[in-house]
């Protein structure tokens, strides 16, 4: 993986690519994402979000996404300070692939961790979360649903500021969608 790693440090395009192999080797392999969050590859990742390259945004958001399966990882995301440009990547203005990669990497790093959700509410995260389950693509809709749910998870507050920027008839409205069942119940 090292090789990969470092690939994640070179010119734009290399490093998007090398960013969607660490994504593809990732996905629900915990050794994988254990041995890239070990080689460094957290603040690069972090550092490709802030790319002008929509496919870079991407592949880093969707990578981070992926190896939030140890708590080390998700400290590595938060000391990499990556989760105000993952809220800021879920502004509607962005690409849907984008944003949608951005909400799945919050669902993560929100999950069963109260001060990880704290620091993405505090960046403003709920209404940009809830605007995506109103107008986002069907995969932003769903990540943002959950993302919401793990947010809200026992803080009325956080409840509430979604209500209140009308996440419920938006909830509501995905589970008459073949997708987001779950995550809408749990919002």
Not at 48 to 77: F, W, Y
Not at 112 to 140: H, R, T, W
Request: charge should be negative.
């Amino acid at each position: 993986f090292r090789p990969l790693v470092e690939m994640l440090s070179a010119d734009v395009n290399v490093a998007q690519e090398a960013a969607y192999a660490v994504w593809n080797l990732t996905v629900s392999h915990g050794a994988n994402s254990t041995e890239v969050v070990r080689l460094g590859a957290v603040p690069k990742l972090a550092e490709l979000l802030k790319s002008p390259s929509d496919v870079a945004q991407e592949n880093a958001a969707g990578a981070l996404m992926h190896v939030t399966m140890s708590e080390e990882a998700r400290a590595a995301i938060v000391k990499a300070n990556a989760i105000p440009r993952l809220c800021e990547l879920l502004h509607l203005s962005c690409e849907p692939e984008v944003s949608s990669q951005a909400a799945g990497a919050l669902l993560n790093l929100a999950s069963d961790c109260q001060e990880y959700a704290n620091l993405i509410v505090k960046q403003g995260a709920v209404s940009m979360l809830v605007d995506l389950v109103k107008d986002g693509p069907d995969l932003a809709r769903e990540y943002s649903a959950g993302a919401l749910m793990n947010l809200a998870r026992g803080e009325t507050d956080v409840a509430e500021k979604a209500a209140k920027h009308g996440a419920i008839p938006a909830l509501a409205a995905l589970l008459s969608k073949p997708f987001g069942h779950s995550e809408s119940l749990g919002a």
